[in-house]
Nanobody, 122 residues
Framework: QVQLVESGGGLVQAGGSLRLSCAVSGRTFSTYTMAWFRQAPGKEREFLAQ???????PYGDSVKGRLTVSRDNAKNTFNRQMNALKPGDTAVYSC????????????????WGQGTQVTVAT
């Protein structure tokens, strides 16, 4: 069983940066592909980025160039740094875990955190 808990959300000014973390329980964290998704009100859940056990990191088009993800297998954490935030980035951000080596859609993820709200003010 894998449990994920996000932290670091909040209110940030447009143009600012925000780092989110995802703490993962379980001894096999290093074997999972991890991803960040977000869901804005009235919109579908959107894939942002994944990082596999090998470190490969495909990014979604909407955040490419502004988002960096990383993982620390020794600490069972998965992190996300996003820069140049815009009001359109306001959403609930969730981390997720998959057994697949490459997983770019929400249906491919079996484990989810509860999500953390990020609000970008103008």
């Amino acid at each position: 069983q894998v449990q994920l808990v996000e932290s670091g959300g909040g209110l940030v000014q447009a143009g600012g940066s925000l780092r989110l973390s995802c703490a993962v329980s379980g001894r096999t964290f290093s074997t999972y592909t991890m991803a960040w998704f977000r869901q804005a009100p009235g919109k579908e859940r959107e894939f942002l980025a994944q990082i596999s056990w090998s470190g490969s990191t495909p990014y979604g088009d909407s955040v490419k160039g502004r988002l960096t993800v990383s993982r620390d297998n020794a600490k069972n954490t998965f992190n996300r740094q996003m820069n140049a935030l815009k009001p359109g980035d306001t959403a609930v951000y969730s981390c997720a875990a998959s057994r697949l080596a490459r997983a770019l859609t929400k249906l491919e993820y079996s484990y989810w955190g509860q999500g953390t709200q990020v609000t970008v003010a103008t």
